[in-house]
């Protein structure tokens, strides 16, 4: 079976590591010119992704290239003092099995574990798909594929083609998301600075295997801001009027904006398809599903959806008519819940009043002061909230090649595998 995967950051190798070890001939096609190193930011991994980057084999080098970000310093405007935190134990409160870890590490991890199995075409993009899966591209010739795989983000190429225009689908959840790479000029390893405002949000930390740091920016608004997704300029701008004034160390991180060599500025939006499956083509992660950046866990639901759609499609012998129902009907739950837990996150996170302000610094300092028992005791009581991601169980599904049933996926791993 002939497999096409728009994009190559998380969710496309992901899936293209699943299918390969399902027998499947894997193309995936990346606009950029090669694999994205644009600073990142980090991200989290969650129960049930960790557990399938174990089965991955690629939990060493996860492990190995994790942030290390335990403690936080949260500075309230107008405030001289911060309020301390250590972050292990909100992480440990939110999931039993944890990693965060920088978006282009994963990346890159997810890509050496797929590249001498997987066709890699970089600097190019689908411009047509058929119904009969012949596809074309802007520089490639055109070929055909059996199915068509949308793993390309949150402005989606494979969705606009297929589905229609991105707004048909988007649901601005209040909020924007800015990360920009910086000199770690204080010096942080392991430790993040954060000074907080209504409506705002401004952050600063480092990791002893990066050679920089990341400032990290959130900030509300009333109505959607006007500016186009690619349009850096403009976004720089809107960054630098909505921080005007806060303070703390703000000010140099919106003088680095000028020259910082990694720049990333999106609202944070929702998907919200009825169905992300379409005759031959189908999509995953944030191009589907994705329930707000930075606040939904959309990376853990990316993995998550790679390991399913795959498993999906081998439980079914390849028959993309029973397998992306089966896709949907098994992710479903867990993406309106990722939804509304998103929804909760980012009010939380850029208290809109004074009195929400003063809330959030009380709840970091009450959780500073509780015993880690209590606090994780507190948690579990229910799984609607911040144990979402550990009540989730991805099912296993049957070690065989697409297209027989019966043959063990050792036999398919010989097959497929390149040189190591």
């Known amino acids: 079976m002939r497999i096409l995967i728009s994009g190559a950051s ?21 606009r950029a010119p090669a694999l994205r190193k644009t600073g990142g930011h980090a991200i989290d991994l969650f129960r049930p992704a960790m557990d399938i980057v174990e089965r991955m084999g690629v939990l060493e080098p996860i492990l190995a290239r994790k942030t290390g970000t335990e403690h936080l310093s949260m500075y309230r405007e107008g405030h001289g003092e911060p309020v301390e ?42 411009t047509s798909i058929s119904d009969e ?19 390309d983000g949150l402005h989606s190429n494979v969705r606009r083609l297929v589905f229609g225009p991105e707004e048909h689908y988007t649901h601005w959840i209040g909020a924007y998301l800015a990360v920009a790479s910086v000199p770690n000029y204080l010096g942080l390893d392991g430790r ?26 959130l900030f509300r608004t009333e109505r ?26 703000v000010p140099r991180l919106m003088a680095e904006l000028e020259h910082t060599p990694a720049f990333y500025f999106d609202s944070i939006t929702q998907l919200r398809l009825d169905s992300w499956s379409r005759g031959r083509v189908t999509l995953v992660g944030d191009a589907g599903y994705c329930p707000g950046p930075a606040v939904g866990g959309s990376t853990s639901l990316a993995v998550v959806g790679a390991y399913v759609l795959a498993g ?16 949907e009907a098994e992710m479903g739950d867990y993406v309106r819940r990722s939804r509304t837990f998103a929804v909760n996150a980012a009010k939380s996170l850029v ?12 709840g970091v300092r009450l959780v500073s002061r509780l015993p880690a028992g209590l606090t994780r005791a507190a948690a579990k009581l229910g799984s609607k909230g911040v144990r979402l991601h550990d009540s989730i169980t991805p099912k296993d599904y049957p070690a065989t090649v697409i297209g027989n049933d019966v043959t063990p996926l050792t036999n398919a791993l010989g097959r497929m595998r390149g040189p190591s």
Request: proline letters at 3%.
């Open 85 to 126: 935190l250590e972050l292990s134990r909100v992480v440990t409160a939110m999931s039993d099995r944890h990693v965060e870890i920088m978006r282009d590490d994963l990346s890159e991890i997810f890509y050496d574990a797929t590249r001498h199995d997987v066709d890699y075409v970089f600097g190019d993009s689908i």
């Open 312 to 327: 999906e499609l081998a439980a079914h012998g390849g028959d993309h008519t029973r397998a992306f129902p089966a896709y």
């Open 10 to 30: 998380v969710a496309g190798p992901a899936l293209a590591y699943w299918l390969t070890r399902y027998g499947c001939a894997v193309t995936v096609v990346e």
């Open 133 to 151: 899966g012949e596809v074309t591209f802007e520089r490639g010739k055109p070929a055909t594929f059996d199915l068509v795989i949308g793993a």
């Open 224 to 249: 959607e801001l006007d500016y186009h997704h690619r349009d850096v300029t403009r976004q720089k701008e809107l960054l630098k009027e909505h921080f005007d004034g806060l303070g703390r160390q």
């Open 192 to 217: 993040m600075e954060v000074v907080t405002g209504i409506g705002r949000l401004a952050g600063i930390y480092g990791a002893a295997h990066l050679p920089d740091a990341r400032a990290v920016f």
């Open 351 to 362: 208290p809109g009043t004074r009195f929400d302000l003063w809330a959030l610094t009380q």
